[in-house]
């Protein structure tokens, strides 16, 4: 089993900037992801993927309405995942989820095997 715990939302103005954490844990969590992801449901939206890496730290990928603001990174001492977020816009609102799982190149919801709770970021105009 793996648990995941998101923290680092909140409110921010337009333009502000973010930082999301995503804690690790569980007795299968080294031996079994090999990627963390994160995703964003929006009110009235689909859930989408943002963003993804290797636990590795081989490659990262975003998706292209976040490419060049929003960076993600891991600490694997700490087993956590990052995701940070600049120059934000109302358009980035929703409550954000940090997934695991074992296709090194997932972008899709069923592709993740665990995830956590989600997170609120808010940004206002």
């Known amino acids: 089993q793996v648990q995941l715990v998101e923290s680092g939302g909140g409110l921010v103005q337009t333009g502000g900037s973010l930082r999301l954490s995503c804690a690790a844990s569980?007795?299968?969590?080294?031996?079994?992801?090999?990627?963390m992801g994160w995703f964003r449901q929006a009110p009235g939206m689909e859930r989408e993927f943002v963003a993804r890496?290797?636990?590795?730290?081989?490659?990262?990928y975003y998706a292209e309405s976040v490419k060049g603001r929003f960076t993600i990174s891991r600490d694997n001492a700490k087993n956590t995942v990052y995701l940070q977020m600049n120059s934000l816009t109302p358009e980035d609102t929703a409550v954000y989820y940090c997934?695991?799982?074992?296709?090194?190149?997932?972008?899709?919801?069923?592709?993740?095997?665990?995830w956590g709770q989600g997170t609120q970021v808010t940004v206002s105009s």
């Open positions: 997934a695991a799982g074992r296709n090194p190149i997932a972008t899709m919801i069923w592709q993740y095997d665990y």
């Open positions: 569980g007795p299968t969590f080294s031996s079994y992801v090999i990627v």
């Open positions: 890496i290797r636990w590795d730290g081989r490659s990262t």
